[in-house]
């Protein structure tokens, strides 16, 4: 195998005319230089060099290397220009996983800071229910996926980081008789006809676990695995049902929503990375602007929420 130094030093005896012009240019000695095109020569298995007066030419074989070496030496160039664009986080591309509900509050103001500091990276957004989006994490088929806590334990190697804590609400018709209350023990509910909001999965998880401890098995007499639909049936008055602040949407006025609590349910939004992957830094903004994004969600809700009275 040819060595690409040597062909670059050859390109520099050649294009400067001398062994000792080339020398001088590289900051090597003459003799350096002559020993790497001797050993060039000895690699290609033919004299690339001969005499010329006091200076040197290049046989047919060194034109030819010299010829090639040019290209060799422009996509390198191109190369270590790519790689530097790549680690600061001009070029490349992020894979992104994330659930429904989650996309208006936290992925898109997530996703409007990335594209002003990181405008050249490429993104891969699709939607998924929160195991399969894990599963792609922990393969190498994703960079980062926005889930709700599983209750098993994630696959080795991943690293889960806290977004923000997404209470759940209830939602009833407004003529209901606890529709005048502020907060609601969630007891109280154990009579009602429910409305489901969630597949199956670690959001439903958190609705049934709230509901068993609260001593009680919600009576789900309509099923829906969106968040819209399942308000839409309450609004009809076919039930009442739980749906996360993130799932809520804006103001509606077909229905009202109310704080419950003893005990209060509560999802947990986390994005997911894998251990030692190597640092991206549009991968890092990212995950530093949904933390930001989920804050901010916070903060807003508190702002809004009126003091809490039974």
Do not use: K
């Not at 990181?118 to 399969?132: I, K």
């Not at 001593?215 to 819209?228: C, R």
């Not at 349910?265 to 530093?288: F, I, K, N």
């Amino acid at each position: 195998m040819l060595d690409v130094r040597r062909m670059q030093i050859l390109r520099a005896v050649v294009t400067s005319g001398s062994v000792t012009a080339a020398a001088a240019e590289l900051g090597y000695t003459p003799s350096a230089v002559s020993q790497q095109v001797a050993a060039l020569e000895r690699e290609a298995g033919t004299a690339l060099l001969e005499r010329a007066g006091r200076g040197v030419r290049p046989t047919a074989a060194g034109l030819l290397l010299t010829q090639y070496t040019a290209a060799i030496s422009r996509n390198l160039a191109e190369a270590e220009a790519a790689l530097a664009d790549l680690r600061a986080g001009r070029t490349g591309s992020l894979a992104v996983r994330y659930f429904g509900s989650v996309g208006p509050a936290l992925l898109a103001p997530a996703l409007a800071r990335l594209r002003r500091e990181h405008p050249g990276v490429r993104l891969d957004l699709t939607l998924l229910e929160p195991q399969e989006a894990l599963a792609e994490v922990a393969r190498g088929d994703a960079d980062v996926a926005v889930v709700v806590r599983p209750r098993e334990d994630p696959a080795p190697g991943l690293r889960l980081v806290r977004l923000l804590d997404d209470e759940y609400l209830v939602a009833l018709p407004p003529g209901h008789p606890l529709a005048a209350r502020r907060v609601l023990d969630l007891a109280e509910l154990a009579g009602e006809p429910w409305v489901g909001s969630e597949p199956r999965g670690p959001c439903l998880d958190v609705v049934l676990g709230a509901c068993s401890a609260a001593g009680f098995s919600p009576d789900f007499v309509a099923g829906s695995e969106d968040y819209a639909t399942a308000l839409g049936f309450v609004a009809a008055g076919l039930g009442i049902g739980l749906v996360p602040r993130l799932g809520a949407g804006g103001r509606r006025t077909d229905v009202v929503l109310r704080r419950v609590r003893n005990p209060r349910p509560v999802r947990t939004v986390q994005a997911a990375v894998r251990e030692g992957a190597p640092g991206h830094p549009a991968l890092t903004t990212l995950l530093e602007a949904l933390a930001e994004a989920g804050r901010r969600s916070v903060s807003a809700e508190a702002g809004r929420r009126p003091p809490g009275r039974g």
